[in-house]
């Protein structure tokens, strides 16, 4: 893997960061695996403030606006390490394709975009079929702007193709870049070590919280 961070990156600097056969690649993903699931939580606050002022779908007893900042949400991290295993090989073979990194940003985010969108769709018309009456019993997109079929919703697709854009081409290769940078094995796991614990104090801090204080 090339450093890329301090200059312009080229097609080669994008590619590589898809490596299971290496620890490295592991230890990158472990770490963002615990960074995800508490900064997901962070990032889920201003994604709902905005769904909730331009589409008013945000509940205001949902949990998000009164858990604590440590409090884990666990679909951040397991998203993280599935868009690693999924998007990421998927973005290199484009980028191996694709003349220029633009070209290739484009096509990521759109099939970034028409995956989620399929997922949605086809999960939606397996468990969420509305009853006699109508009611749908996990999710209505049906009164909402662009759904599809009402169940999948495109302005979320939208959103989640964003963020998986920017986990695969910035995110994820500054974890893997940052320990890169370390040049040391025994200070990258020292590094990985501290992250491990931070998230466990985080997970005992909420186990806690919710458990004593609640």
């Known amino acids: 893997m090339k450093k890329h961070i301090l200059y312009k990156p080229t097609k080669e600097d994008e590619i590589g960061y898809f490596a299971p056969k290496t620890w490295g690649f592991w230890r990158s993903v472990i770490a963002s695996f615990c960074i995800f699931t508490i900064v997901g ?5 201003p994604y709902c403030m905005f769904m909730d002022y331009f589409f008013g779908i945000v509940a205001d007893d949902y949990a998000v606006w009164t858990d604590p900042w440590y ?18 090989p998927l973005k290199e073979s484009i980028v191996k394709r694709r003349r220029m990194l633009a070209g ?10 028409t995956i989620a969108a399929v997922l949605e769709l086809v999960i939606g018309l397996m468990i969420n079929q509305p009853d006699s009456t109508g ?14 079929f009402g169940q999948a919703w495109l302005v979320n697709d939208i959103v989640i193709g964003f963020v998986a854009v920017i986990y695969v081409w910035v995110l994820y290769p500054l974890v893997c870049e940052g320990f890169i940078l370390l040049k040391s ?9 501290i992250i ?6 985080c997970c005992t801090a909420s186990y806690i919280q919710l458990n004593f204080f609640t």
């Open 196 to 201: 491990v614990i931070v998230f466990l104090g």
């Open 104 to 113: 290739a940003l484009l096509e990521t985010f759109i099939t970034c975009v």
């Open 71 to 88: 409090h884990p949400y666990w679909v951040y991290g397991f998203g993280s390490v599935a868009i690693t295993f999924l998007i990421e």
């Open 185 to 193: 094995e025994r200070k990258a796991n020292l590094v990985l070590a």
């Open 135 to 148: 009611k749908y019993p996990f999710w209505d997109n049906s009164g909402l702007p662009l759904n599809i």
């Open 41 to 45: 939580h962070w990032l889920e606050i």
